[in-house]
């Protein structure tokens, strides 16, 4: 049989008792906490919250020698435990979200994730985290759309929504983070586990890659030295002669490789996936760290991505360069040069083949428009 948990104040030898809006079996309740039960941890968490704002109200009618009103204590109490209610969701992911170790790239993820929530208003507490509260979080995700550029608002374009993919990132987190309840006794069940299928990751975005001659004029750019210019010149250089994701190359170690015949070589893993890569310096990369004394030069991912847009209209590429396109455009060119798919994949650190085949589709896409251009000719 159930019965209800209440705190009791004495005040002036009198006991006042403040309810706290839980119930519990004897068996539940064991040296001041509840135990043996799904969602232990959330009740707990509760009392805590109900403990220390009524210890907070006496503590400061005490400080300030003023007579401690026993209704003002379970206003108190209550708005603590409305607020556990209302909140608790969210505040509990964030605590989780601060403990993860994911590389910088992944956290971003998950910190959007927690403002998109706060934003989305109707998931807030643990009974919204159903079937039915998942697919309304999705309908709202997809009413959401891309940050415009100035440019766009003042040719009234209508804003874009944002990407299937960037909704299923969302999905993917959310998930994940509700795995975590499922450990620590705050949900019995994950909706998403009901829902495998529902949401699709989507088309990729198109795969941007240099040219061989738009490779040529960007590296025929020489910004002052030691400016963040200049080590963005290089690190794309980099990337782009290795393969390396932005995590993978700030990372780089030159201990870890072997000089074998003149060549510096290495098989390391890469730090978003833990997939191993094989990993050889080609000569524009060895004389970029030579230029370093064999270090990589540190430059912030905000900060590259903002010199590289630069550096991309200066050497007249006619779209946005990113820190990403370096590593589609090292793929690709191995792949022009005739090095085989399994070993282009092994090269990039792909978890499988299918990832590295995105990228030979690409080219045989950018092939028939050539031939395209060809047979226009002869309808002329």
């Known amino acids: 049989m159930e019965g209800p948990l209440e705190v009791r104040v004495v005040i002036d030898r009198h006991p006042y008792y403040i309810s706290t809006g839980i119930r519990v079996r004897r068996s539940e309740w064991k040296q001041g906490i509840i135990v043996d039960r799904v969602n232990a941890p959330e009740l707990n968490e509760r009392l805590g919250m109900i403990y220390r704002r009524v210890e907070a109200a006496i503590n400061e009618a005490v400080a300030q020698n003023a007579p401690i009103d026993v209704a ?19 505040d509990w992911l964030r605590d989780q979200v601060s403990m993860l170790t994911h590389e910088h790239g992944t956290m971003q993820h998950y910190y959007t994730l927690l403002t998109r929530l706060e934003a989305y208003g109707q998931m807030r ?42 909704i299923y990132n969302y999905h993917k987190c959310m998930k994940a983070l509700l795995n975590r309840a499922l450990l620590f006794g705050k949900l019995m069940v994950n909706p998403y586990d009901r829902l495998k299928g529902q949401f699709k990751r989507g088309e990729h975005e198109r795969i941007e890659y240099l040219t061989d001659a738009e490779m040529e004029a960007f590296e025929a750019l020489h910004p002052l030295a030691g400016s963040k210019l200049a080590m963005a010149r290089d690190l794309f250089v980099m990337q782009a002669y290795t393969g390396m994701a932005y995590s993978d190359i700030q990372a780089f170690d030159i201990a870890n490789y072997k000089l074998v015949d003149g060549v510096w070589r290495n098989v390391g893993e890469r730090i978003k996936t833990g997939v191993a890569y094989i990993s050889q310096l080609l000569p524009p990369v060895v004389v970029i760290l030579e230029k370093y004394n064999m270090q990589v030069p540190k430059l912030d991912n905000a900060d590259y991505n903002r010199c590289l847009k630069l550096l991309g209209e200066v050497a007249g590429i006619d779209r946005p360069l990113h820190s990403h396109m370096a590593r589609h455009t090292f793929a690709t060119w191995m792949l022009r040069q005739g090095v085989p798919i399994e070993h282009v994949s092994k090269m990039v650190g792909h978890t499988n083949i299918r990832q590295t085949q995105r990228y030979a589709k690409l080219l045989a896409d950018d092939i028939h428009k050539d031939f395209d251009k060809v047979a226009e000719k002869f309808k002329k």
């Open 72 to 90: 003002a204590l379970k206003r108190r109490a209550l708005a603590a435990e409305v607020e556990s209610k209302e909140n608790g969701l969210i």
């Open 125 to 166: 507490c643990w009974a919204d985290v159903t079937i039915e509260g998942v697919m309304k979080w999705d309908a709202w995700l997809h009413t959401l759309t891309k940050k415009q550029s100035a440019a766009d608002r003042l040719a009234g374009l209508p804003p874009e929504p944002i990407s299937e993919a960037a």
